[in-house]
Structure formats: C-alpha cells, structure tokens
C-alpha cells in the first residue's frame, strides 16, 4: 500500500478515508507489524523447537532425590543475652554505625541491685561462719573468737550473732566437760582412798604378824592366853582379806578414770569434727 511507511504516524485526512474503503483484509496487511520484529519472533521460535528437540533427543546423567537433614559438628549454641531485663534508655537506632565498646543501651538495675546486695550479704555471713569454724577447730577449749575488722564494721550483726553461736557451743561442750570431769575428780579420789587404805592395810597386817609371833612362843609357854593368839590370828586374816579386796578396786578404779579421760577428750573431738565438717561443706559452697 502507498501509506504503510506512515503506519506509526498520524495518518492524514485522505489516508483514513481510504482506509474506511479497504476491506478487513487490506487493513489487516496495512496494520502489520515491522518485518524486524516479524524476524525477532521467528528466532524465538526457531530456538523453542530447538531446545525441545534436543531435550527429547539428548541423555542426561541418572537423578536421585532423597531428603537429608544437615547435622553441625558441633553442639547447637543458642546466641541470648545471659540476663535479661528492663531496658531504661536506648542509646542507638536500628541501622546505625556502633564501634565496638560503644554502649547501645542501659537496662534498669533495680532487680540487680537487689540481688548484688542479696549475695553480698551471703558472702559477709558465709566468711563470718568459716571465721567461726576455723577458731573452733583450732581451739576446742576456749578462747576469745576474734574477726577482721572490715568483717565488723561491715556486719556487725553477723558478728555478734557467730559470737553468740561460738559461746553457746562453747557452753554446752564445757557443761559436758564439767560432768566428765567432775566423774573423773571421783574416781582419782576414789583411787587416792584406796591407796591409802592399802598402805594403812599393809601397816595393820604388818603390825598384827609382829604381835603375832611375839605371842606365839608366849602363849606356847603360857605367858599369856592362847586366846589372844587366835583373835590376833582374825585380825591378820581379815587384813588380808582387806589387803587383796583393795588390791582388785584398784584396777577398776584406774580404768574408770581413763574412760572418763577418754569421754572428755572425745567429746573435743566431736566438737572439732562437727565444725570441720561444717567448715568443709562452706568452703565448697564458697568455692562455687
């Protein structure tokens, strides 16, 4: 046609009055597009076809699927703060530049305080009670039990109550002492009597074997009665008698005083090992 250069201008007065008089066919040709874009779509389509044809035509490598679940090497680490809280100021917006050891925000220290101030306290009554047990492991039998002085102006109270602690122990071990002992005061004396009447026995059987053989010939002679050879005879049979029963009390004596000296110092002993194992669990406790 005469006016298809003019397809993509506006078209004049006499070409639109020639297009209403060509028929559906010719404005069909007359609106055709370019033959470069007509060039463009049969290259498309030639490489389609070619790409079907080699994909049915050409063998690819044998496939296959399966589901899989990666495993680390190493145990699953969660990265979280180690205290939460409340935040008290934001010091930085989302997507700013930080440097590092720039704070980025402040969180209200309020439940911390409270909780620093918590174990603080702990640890003053912690040191306070190996204080303590140390000095009554050292010193079972007394003695005046001495703190640092920054223990006691910081917890005085602490203090006095460990003090009150130490004294009351210290009583009831010395009120178990004093029982002991006092049994152990009895039986020295007992042994101390004993003693005695067996050096006051041995002078008596001495004296009466004396008398005895001085009467002997004189009684034989009949200077004197044989009666009092035969009562001197009772005297000397009963101090023996004496003589030997003294001679058995006294072991037993003895050994009621070692086992009253054992108690005694058995009780130290647990008084010590009560607060060694004491001590032991609170440095553990302290260690941790």
Not at 35 to 47: H, P
Not at 112 to 136: H, M, N, P, V, Y
Not at 141 to 161: C, D, H, I, T, Y
Request: include cysteine.
């Amino acid at each position: 046609m005469f006016f298809r250069k003019k397809s993509k201008q506006k078209l004049t007065e006499a070409e639109q009055r020639t297009r209403e008089l060509l028929s559906d066919t010719d404005v069909a040709l007359y609106d055709q597009p370019p033959r470069r874009s007509v060039s463009v779509l049969y290259a498309c389509t030639a490489l389609a076809m070619a790409f079907l044809g080699w994909a049915y035509l050409a063998q690819l490598d044998e496939v296959t699927r399966g589901d899989g679940q990666v495993i680390p090497s190493s145990k699953k680490q969660v990265v979280q703060s180690l205290e939460g809280g409340i935040v008290e100021e934001l010091l930085t917006r989302e997507g700013a530049r930080v440097k590092k050891g720039q704070v980025l925000l402040r969180i209200d220290d309020t439940s911390f305080s409270s909780d620093l101030g918590e174990r603080e306290a702990k640890a003053i009554s912690l040191r306070a009670q190996l204080t303590r047990l140390q000095f009554e492991i050292s010193n079972p039998s007394g003695g005046e039990l001495v703190f640092q002085e920054r223990l006691v102006k910081r917890a005085p109270m602490v203090v006095q109550n460990e003090r009150s602690l130490y004294e009351i122990r210290k009583s009831n071990l010395l009120a178990k002492e004093r029982v002991l002992g006092e049994r152990l005061t009895q039986r020295r004396m007992e042994l101390a009597e004993l003693d005695e009447n067996r050096k006051r026995f041995e002078r008596s059987l001495e004296i009466a074997m004396e008398e005895q053989k001085l009467k002997k010939p004189m009684a034989r002679q009949g200077i004197v009665p044989k009666t009092e050879v035969l009562q001197l005879d009772r005297v000397i049979a009963d101090l023996s008698g004496q003589l030997a029963g003294n001679g058995k009390a006294i072991p037993r004596i003895e050994a009621a005083i070692r086992e009253a000296e054992r108690l005694i110092e058995e009780q130290r002993l647990t008084f010590r090992q009560e607060a060694q194992m004491e001590y032991n669990e609170l440095s553990h406790f302290q260690s941790i």
